[in-house]
């Protein structure tokens, strides 16, 4: 039986359930309090562990290390911050747990083994600094043309228009060629 419509459709049942017994023990008011009461903790721990997790990430990837750890701790900030801002109060026990640093630890001691983090460049580069996969200068690919500046100028008017390489000029009339 596939898992994810399971949790789909019992969790909310689950949850509405919870919520009917302990407002049958301790009343409709608290039972409410509680609720809001854990999606404005929520939030205001989302917002400084959120914080925080960034700033991790940001001084690893400064410091040239992959900030594998570090990012999943974020996702499950993210996640436990979203449990508690939602009503229901067995998400909000688990959001709880996510925001406890040594839960959070033991998960990833966990997932560590089944969860892989790969950072690149925003061109696709593998760089994380000196000693570490694809560090150092950049091996050209197939196909393509890296040029450095003094490979590349223009020739003919500042514009670009004269004399350039797509002007056209002597062409059959709707083709350009490169000249």
């Known amino acids: 039986m ?8 019992g969790a909310p049942i689950l949850e509405i359930a919870v919520l009917i017994l302990v407002g049958e023990q301790i ?15 929520g939030a205001i721990l989302l917002k400084r562990q959120g914080f925080a997790a960034l700033a991790r990430i940001r001084a690893e ?8 750890r570090d990012i999943v701790h974020g996702v499950m900030i993210v996640l436990a911050g979203i449990l508690l801002l939602l009503p229901g109060l067995i998400g909000d026990v688990i959001g709880v747990l996510l925001f406890l640093p ?14 892989t983090v790969v950072a690149t460049t925003p061109m696709g580069f593998q760089r994380f600094g000196r000693g570490m996969p694809g560090a150092g200068p950049r091996t050209p690919q197939p196909g393509v043309l890296d040029l450095d500046d003094e490979d590349f100028h223009r020739r003919g008017d500042p514009n670009g228009r004269a004399g350039s390489p797509w002007s056209g ?11």
Request: no cysteine; glycine share 14%.
């Open 169 to 179: 000029e002597g062409d059959e009339p709707g083709k350009r060629t490169l000249h």
């Open 102 to 115: 040594p839960v959070r630890d033991l998960l990833w001691r966990a997932l560590g083994r089944s969860v």
């Open 61 to 68: 990837t400064a410091a040239g290390r992959v900030p594998g």
């Open 27 to 41: 009343g409709l008011l608290p039972t409410l309090g509680i609720v809001v009461g854990s999606a404005l903790v």
């Open 2 to 9: 596939p898992i994810i419509p399971v949790l789909l459709l």
